[in-house]
């Protein structure tokens, strides 16, 4: 049975990055639930490790869902500098990035190694925010669609359904990410179209790479985009607020 957008419930997502001191994360939470946080949408915040104990805290009972950016695949053991599934679920992270564009290509995070976080997501009950997206290259030479599928195809190898259904997909062209260049509606339903062909209809599918308030009012009303994961533009919580008022 085929699900409308709004049988999807848009989520806002903030990737902080490597952004934001336990004062400056703190403030942020204060002045966005100071203001309406309708919950016809979902809203989430991606923060470095050292953030989330103590967001776990301020962001309480309110709507804000909390994410790690990254995380690794084992439950503990000599990883010097990681951080394992039941760590995050132990201070009450509920969702995680898994294949950011910056992990992939600064960090060389490769498809096997993305599916085996995946794999560990499932098997600890925290809810991936799986990103992928094509380079400027891979568009350029006309493979951004062959390589947003494997991206896809590889990383959801051996998941469950529930987790798929349960999942977010963010579909993010490496060449838009604090860039300032967006991808058009066009190239964004033209990938989503592919990604969603692979997805169950209840698979949240956002967009993210230069979204601001400017643009994202047209990128809403496409009927792929399910909505945003948002970096630069998050980092401050009135510009983070208009994109989804
Ligand atoms: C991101 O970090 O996922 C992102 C999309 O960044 P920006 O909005 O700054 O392009």
């Not at 993305?114 to 809810?127: E, S």
């Not at 963010?170 to 062909?197: C, F």
Request: proline share 5%.
């Amino acid at each position: 049975m085929m699900v409308q957008m709004s049988q999807r419930k848009p989520l806002f997502a903030a990737n902080w990055k490597m952004h934001k001191t336990s004062a400056e994360a703190t403030s942020f939470v204060r002045e966005l639930l100071s203001g309406p946080m309708p919950d016809s949408s979902d809203y989430l915040i991606a923060a470095s490790f050292t953030l989330l104990s103590g967001l776990r805290q301020v962001i309480g009972e309110s709507p804000i869902l909390l994410a790690a950016q990254n995380m690794f695949f084992e439950e503990q053991g000599a990883f010097t500098g990681e951080i394992s599934p039941l760590q995050l679920k132990d201070i009450g992270v509920t969702h995680v990035i898994i294949g950011h564009s910056e992990r992939r290509h600064i960090f060389g995070e490769s498809d096997e190694l993305l599916n085996k976080k995946l794999l560990a997501c499932q098997n600890y009950g925290l809810i991936p925010v799986f990103c992928l997206g094509e380079t400027s290259e891979e568009r350029e030479s006309g493979k951004a669609a062959e390589t947003i599928k494997n991206q896809l195809s590889l990383g959801i190898n051996g998941l469950n359904a529930a987790t798929v259904e349960n999942m977010i997909v963010a579909y993010e062209p490496v060449w838009a990410i604090g860039t300032g260049k967006t991808a058009s509606p066009e190239q964004v339903e033209e990938m989503h179209h592919l990604l969603r062909q692979a997805l169950p209809d209840t698979t949240r599918l956002l967009y993210g790479g230069s979204v601001k308030p400017d643009n994202s009012e047209i990128l809403l009303t496409l009927p792929s985009v399910d909505g945003f994961l948002v970096g630069g533009a998050a980092l401050d919580p009135a510009t983070f607020r208009q994109i989804f008022q």
